[in-house]
């Protein structure tokens, strides 16, 4: 697996699966990467760069763990670009990486050519998530056999009563099999330390942030999961409407990790995103760098498509 080092010497791994255009990939959690694969097949379109976060998979640990808060991973993406000798890249963030991702944006928005935010998490921007929202959504799911449990344990820990997230599970996927629960065991965060630090005061700069994606020239996807507890298709949209190109998806049936839901319709919604035109206000890169990574041209012409209402 190749590694670089992070400005502080940390050495980081990154793995790359498929063909095409890269496509640079920042997980959730934090949590080893491998639970991504290779986004349900995604590869096939895209050249995925899947980055571990420090702390998590083969990324060696930081010897100062709150160099792990959200903000200060940004370094990180932007020495794996320069690692990687690209002018700009096309990003995607998943869950709590989606912060990662929005920040990366909102500080280097040059460098950025497509954003992909999936089932994101929303503490960059601000957007709070209220109890009653996830318990109306949870509520589409009272037909499921796990439901009655399910909803107990989220009604406890809405109330501030205690409860125990690992009985709301299945409201994360959009089918509770065999599948979702190996998948949910192998996206859970493995050092409760680097989770901590993720989320640390001054992890996020809400207003700052705002404004800056409120002049990103880039095209966005937003993608939300139709029965996601932890990203409300309601908060996505919010989400959206930061943005001036953003296009925003709601996938039926999908839960969290949409790509384990339906993997054909994800990825069809994604790589369509990713090669469609872009806005002609979008920014050029600072410089331009010769790189085997080095995405081809983008279209100049497009129109921007609005955040859509659910």
Excluded at 122 to 127: L, N, P
């Amino acid at each position: 697996m190749p590694t670089f080092s992070a400005p502080d010497g940390t050495r980081l791994a990154y793995r790359v699966t498929g063909d095409g255009d890269p496509l640079v990939c920042v997980p959730g959690g934090p949590a080893d990467s491998a639970y991504l694969g290779d986004l349900g097949g995604l590869s096939a379109h895209r050249r995925l760069i899947v980055l571990d976060l420090r702390g998590t998979g083969r990324s060696a640990s930081a010897e100062d763990v709150s160099s792990c808060r959200c903000d200060r991973l940004v370094d990180d993406v932007e020495a794996l670009r320069v690692h990687l000798g690209l002018p700009r890249i096309d990003l995607l963030g998943h869950s709590a990486g989606a912060n990662i991702a929005t920040q990366y944006a909102a500080r280097h928005p040059a460098r950025v050519g497509r954003l992909v935010l999936v089932t994101p998490g929303t503490r960059a921007v601000g957007i709070e998530i209220t109890g009653e929202t996830r318990r109306e959504l949870a509520r589409l799911r009272q037909g499921e056999p796990w439901f009655p449990e399910a909803f107990a344990a989220l009604e406890a820990i809405t109330e501030g009563r205690g409860g125990d997230w690992e009985a709301v599970a299945p409201f994360f996927h959009g089918r509770w099999d065999a599948a979702a629960r190996e998948h949910h065991a192998r996206s859970r965060p493995a050092d409760e330390e680097v989770v901590a630090a993720f989320g640390s005061e001054g992890a996020f700069t809400p207003s700052a942030t705002r404004a800056a994606l409120a002049a990103l020239g880039s095209p966005v996807l937003l993608l939300a999961g139709e029965f996601d507890l932890n990203s409300p298709p309601r908060s996505v949209a919010e989400y959206a409407a930061l943005f001036p190109h953003a296009a925003y998806v709601v996938q039926p049936g999908a839960g969290h990790s949409p790509w384990l839901d339906d993997a054909e319709r994800f990825g069809a919604e994604v790589s369509a995103f990713l090669d469609g035109p872009a806005p002609a206000s979008a920014s050029a890169p600072e410089s331009e760098s010769e790189s085997e990574f080095a995405p081809a041209p983008a279209p100049t012409s497009a129109s921007a498509s609005e955040p859509s209402a659910r």
